[in-house]
T-cell receptor
Framework: SQTIHQWPATLVQPVGSPLSLECTVE??????LYWYRQAAGRGLQLLFY??????ISSEVPQNLSASRPQDRQFILSSKKLLLSDSGFYLC?????????????FGPGTRLTVL | GDSVTQMEGPVTLSEEAFLTINCTYT??????LFWYVQYPGEGLQLLLK?????DKGSNKGFEATYRKETTSFHLEKGSVQVSDSAVYFC????????????FGDGTTLTVKP
């Protein structure tokens, strides 16, 4: 069966510090991968998605970046965090041959920027 | 572009009450429609889905029917439990949209004993 891991689970970082969040998927190959952010009490905002290694599409301009160095690994980064980067970050994957594009979410990383 | 509009929350019900959370959408073509649920401190998980008009998705006592004529996918449950307290997201996807989904803003449900 497929599983998706995210780490760390929680993170407290000072403003201006760098960020690296990691997501890995097991039990599938060549998935679509996604990074979402969920601000407190708000809906989901799609940040990045990837259809393959090294292929990243950005949905919103911001100081975050994403990379996909391996087929089942998706990394969210920042060189300098802002207060507004606080939130709950969710990684998700979907199967390309599934035309319904059902998304499977990881457990999330709670980021607090102070 | 695609959009999903959900009933605003929060919704507070007593145990065994009937639940309806409204969801309407705007999209070209024939999207697939979903309800996802998020329990406190967790990621989202698929609750149910429907892929074509008049399909009914169901799971754990929840149901939603794909109504193309009204562009709606309302979530219903006949008798809610305290354990149903969560945030519910309506979403759509189109196979021509590079695997991306469009989510509503979420509706928080609290069920009191």
């Amino acid at each position: 069966s497929q599983t998706i891991h995210q780490w760390p689970a929680t993170l407290v970082q000072p403003v201006g510090s760098p960020l690296s969040l990691e997501c890995t998927v097991e039990g599938t190959s060549n998935p679509n991968l996604y990074w979402y952010r969920q601000a407190a009490g708000r809906g989901l905002q799609l940040l990045f998605y990837s259809v393959g290694i090294g292929q990243i599409s950005s949905e919103v301009p911001q100081n975050l970046s994403a990379s996909r160095p391996q087929d089942r690994q998706f990394i969210l980064s920042s060189k300098k965090l802002l207060l507004s980067d606080s939130g709950f970050y969710l990684c998700a994957w979907s199967v390309k041959r599934d035309l319904t594009d059902t998304q499977y979410f990881g457990p999330g990383t709670r980021l607090t920027v102070l | 572009g695609d959009s999903v509009t959900q009933m605003e929350g929060p919704v507070t019900l007593s145990e065994e009450a009937f639940l309806t959370i409204n969801c309407t959408y705007t999209a070209t073509g024939y999207p697939s429609l979903f309800w996802y649920v998020q329990y406190p401190g967790e990621g989202l998980q698929l609750l149910l889905k429907a892929t074509k008009a008049d399909d009914k998705g169901s799971n754990k006592g929840f149901e939603a029917t794909y109504r193309k004529e009204t562009t709606s996918f309302h979530l219903e449950k006949g008798s809610v439990q305290v354990s149903d307290s969560a945030v519910y997201f309506c979403a759509l996807s189109r196979s021509t949209n590079a695997g991306k989904s469009t989510f509503g803003d979420g509706t928080t449900l609290t069920v009191k004993p």
